[in-house]
């Protein structure tokens, strides 16, 4: 008789987004006549693809249709050209090379699947509130307990991001050996500071520790001396793997792309930790398709980073607009500089499903209950900049036309 994966029952994600769903059809039901809903909690983008981006999928998948340039399975860590131009430009100086740089579909997928290579006894530790992927992963893969009366699962550690740390935790006193760090961080909005990171690579060093990176956001760090990759700080590239995407600095959420660093430094249980993840890309993952490679390769061209540099600058503008606004009403808004996203606190005596009620119900504004993001979440919600300036504007304009939040 077949058995299932127990540990997918202990699963809790999935309510959440469908809960959100479920309230605004509600509403939606009930409120046909007042109006079109302001989405802020968008995840995705809304821009189209940069134009040196399509010319460059549109060549590549021509070439697919010639004999003299047909190409077939490419290499599974990724074509060479791409990678040369990540390691020039993403990390010129920082010693990282194209042999150390994976192709892939995600950095999502990238960031499940990474937790493989590692035995079930490790402690893990993720950021709370942070980006929901990592937990469920080691959730399925049996690494966790169940899920507790506390709102956490057993057998993790959560690194509380708080108003008084900044949202930039540091490291606890106890030995852990995954330790997931989203920076700069889905939902608040903040990226770590320099200092930060250095406390957290040092920490990894004296105890053995890996940093597992999502950088997913990374493109939109533009703050002064804010570092745009963990490998900026001495050290990191013996503790320390980056996990990126091109989904949202480049509109290919659409199109798969992303990449994962594994230096070369990085040995455990005297095992090469890179050549332990080649292994294991080369058994489970064919690439990422050589016309989808070509159109990342385009972004680096002086016209790809002329374009995509707009379209950053421009979702940064409507989130800093996001956050000014919020504040101007009255609100606690956190975030929203080196991230699209912005952290907004619920007034006192409300919780993030009141708060994102009455903004639905009062003002007809979409945003992201913060507690889908962990119980430390909970009296937050989360506005995405990933909208058109007419949506942003909409939905302020509404906030600021009440100093009323109950």
Known sequence: MVKLNSHFFKLRGGYF??????????????????????????????EPLPPSLLTALVGACEEMGRRESFRGYGPAEGYLFLREK?????????????????????AQSDMAHFQELFDGTNRIAVLDPTYPAYVDANVMAG?????????????????????????????PSCPLDLIYLCCPNN???????RAKLEAW??????????????????????????????????????????????????????????????????????????????????TKFNGVAYPIQRAAEALFSPAGKQETGARIASYLQGTRCIRERLLSSGLSAFGGFDAPYVWCKAPEGMGSWDFFDFLLQKHQIISVPGSGFGKGGEGFIRFSGFVGPATIEGAMSKINATACYR
């Open 143 to 171: 690494r966790t307990g169940n899920w507790g009366k506390e709102g956490k699962y057993e057998g993790i550690t959560y690194l509380a991001c708080t108003e008084e740390n900044q949202f930039q935790p540091t490291p």
């Open 201 to 282: 690579v040092e920490y990894a060093k004296r105890h053995g520790a890996l940093l597992l990176i999502d950088g997913a956001y990374s493109s939109f760090v533009t703050g002064d001396g804010m570092p745009r990759t963990i490998y900026e700080i001495p050290g990191a590239k013996e503790v320390a793997v980056e996990f990126r995407t091109f989904s949202k600095s480049a509109g290919f959420t659409g199109l798969r792309c992303s990449y994962t660093v594994v230096p070369k430094e990085i040995f455990l249980e005297g095992r090469s930790l890179r050549e332990l993840w080649k292994r294991r890309q080369e």
């Open 17 to 46: 987004f469908a809960e959100i769903e479920r309230r605004i059809a509600l509403f939606q039901g009930q409120s046909s006549s007042r109006g079109s809903l302001f989405n802020l909690g968008i995840g995705d983008l809304v």
């Open 86 to 106: 990540i390691a020039a430009h993403e990390y010129a100086n920082c010693s990282v090379s194209p042999d150390e740089i994976f192709i892939s579909d995600g």
């Open 187 to 193: 939902p608040t909005g903040v990226s770590f500071e």
